[in-house]
């Protein structure tokens, strides 16, 4: 049985690294005139599990990693667990 606890916590690394890939992707500052533009991304994560067992279930699990993420800070990754929903 943990050959099963180790995949999914590679899981969990593997879709962290391609969302924080994709945040900084995205984040940008450039020049605009006398302005200085940024663009931050604040990405929320989900695996699918017995807690995010539908694709409605799955989206609101992502949605509340990024509103976590958001007030953790700008430009930031955040990964769902069933705690965050207590916050919610």
Do not use: I, K
Request: hydrophobic fraction near 40%; include cysteine.
């Amino acid at each position: 049985m943990d050959h099963v606890g180790s995949a999914h916590d590679e899981a969990e690394l593997e879709v962290v690294a391609v969302a924080d890939r994709l945040r900084m992707t995205v984040s940008t500052s450039r020049a605009c005139e006398t302005r200085t533009v940024s663009v931050t991304a604040s990405v929320g994560v989900a695996l699918s599990g017995p807690a995010t067992c539908t694709p409605y279930m799955l989206l609101r699990a992502a949605d509340v990693g990024v509103y976590t993420a958001e007030r953790q800070g700008r430009g930031r990754c955040q990964l769902f667990d069933e705690t965050m929903l207590a916050q919610t």
